[in-house]
Every structure is written in C-alpha cells, then in structure tokens.
Nanobody, 122 residues
Framework: VQLQASGGGLVQAGGSLRLSCAASGRTFSSYVMGWFRQAPGKEREFVAATNWSGGSTVYADSVKGRFTIYRDNAKNTVYLQMNSLKPEDTAVYYC????????????????WGQGTQVTVSS
C-alpha cells in the first residue's frame, strides 16, 4: 500500500483544514487507517484512527471534539477534518495503515505516507 497525504497549510487559530490520504492498491478497505503528527523536537504522536469500515473511530484526547476522521473506501481515501485549530496543533501530519484493529502506537503501523505540514498561527 502506498499512501499520499495532502491538504496541509497555514491557517489562523480557530480555523479549519481537511487533510486527505490517498491509498493505492485494491485492499485499502481492509486496513485500519490512522493519522499521526510530529512537532519539531517531539515524538510522533497518535491523532486518530478508523477501522476498515469507518464505523469505529478513536481519537487522542487533545483533538476530541475538534477533529473527525472518516474514510471513503470507494475512493481509497481517508480524511482528517480539523476544526477549531490551535497553535499547538502545528506539526507534520502523517497517515498510516495497518491490519487488524485500530491501535494508538505508531510502531504498529506498517505503511506510512510522506507527511503534510500543518501550521496554525496565533
């Protein structure tokens, strides 16, 4: 599976962005899809994940109520809608895929996209 993330950019605090992650391959619908982020000098951290159907999602506490992960298996794409953005959301955002069930550890994800920069100004 090859993943291509896009949609990052510069936005003011309180604004919104939608990230997209397009996947190649016919088995996209069988994978758990996750979003992670990494700020300068910090470790990569979990943001959100969704199971194969999109019917089950999990979020980091820091983004609950502000971010929404969803997927369109017909388009082989997973999205991260980010609302009420804060300066502390500034990071490179990565999408990732794995089999099995959704987990929070980045070490358990097998396939990774290249990352897209999100910068939130105060």
């Amino acid at each position: 599976v090859q993943l291509q993330a896009s949609g990052g950019g510069l936005v003011q605090a309180g604004g919104s962005l939608r990230l997209s992650c397009a996947a190649s391959g016919r088995t996209f619908s069988s994978y758990v899809m996750g979003w992670f982020r990494q700020a300068p000098g910090k470790e990569r951290e979990f943001v959100a994940a969704t199971n194969w159907s999109g019917g089950s999602t999990v979020y980091a506490d820091s983004v609950k109520g502000r971010f929404t992960i969803y997927r369109d298996n017909a388009k082989n794409t997973v999205y991260l809608q980010m609302n009420s953005l804060k300066p502390e959301d500034t990071a490179v955002y990565y999408c990732a895929a794995k089999g099995g069930i959704a987990t929070l550890s980045p070490t358990q994800y097998v396939y990774w996209g290249q990352g897209t920069q999100v910068t939130v100004s105060s």
